[in-house]
């Protein structure tokens, strides 16, 4: 009996590390996809809400949360017989995707004292591989997950949401939210 669940488990292991290297490569794309949509849609108010607006490292975030969130609904339906934990995991590979872009884009622009395109963009890249890569190890735990684990994950991840559209429309005037090229905060920048 015991061997039978060892094999059930690494076929569903292998079905979740297949799933997830399909959701990675689609977010990749997606994420590049939003850095553009903003400018195609003639700057649509509520394009702006999910793309990135302008050259600032907060809106180059949404570039890695809103293609993560999103795939990671869908892939819901696909695992959520196969892992117990999947709404923490996600979150926290979310989590520590976003806080690896900003780390390591600030360090080595913090060092260097000059922003470089591809580094950039391995960092985008970087940053969406090392999350889904932590949510998949998660994934594959056992017994991680409880009602109180699932709300405070989707608490998280609904606060970051909002925290996206909110600082898009009102950003705080700190380096973080500031394009580097204009110089402006946020979507409005006839305003600022």
């Known amino acids: 009996m015991a061997e039978i669940q060892k094999i059930i488990k690494k076929i569903k292991e292998e079905k979740l590390l297949k799933i997830q290297v399909i959701i990675t490569v689609i977010s990749i794309i ?11 849609s003639g700057e649509n108010n509520f394009i702006g809400s999910f793309s990135a607006v302008n050259e600032s490292v907060w809106e180059h975030l949404k570039l890695a949360f809103f293609p993560m969130l999103i795939l ?24 520590l995707a976003i806080c690896f872009i900003i780390i390591a884009f600030f360090t080595y622009t913090g060092i260097l004292g000059v922003d470089i395109l591809i580094l950039d963009i391995l960092i985008f890249i970087i940053s969406i591989i090392l999350g889904e890569i932590i949510s998949y190890k998660l994934m594959k735990r056992e017994n991680e997950s409880n009602n109180k684990t699932k709300v405070l994950a989707s608490i998280i991840l609904i606060f970051l949401l909002f925290s996206f559209i909110i600082c898009t429309f009102n ?21 600022i």
């Open 72 to 95: 990671g609904i869908i892939e819901y339906f696909f695992v959520k017989n196969i892992s117990n934990n999947y709404i923490e995991a996600k979150t926290i590979g979310i989590f």
């Open 171 to 191: 950003p705080p005037k700190v380096n973080l939210f500031r394009d580097p090229i204009t110089k402006t905060y946020g979507i409005d920048r006839a305003k």
């Open 30 to 40: 997606l994420g590049t996809i939003l850095h553009f949509t903003y400018n195609l």
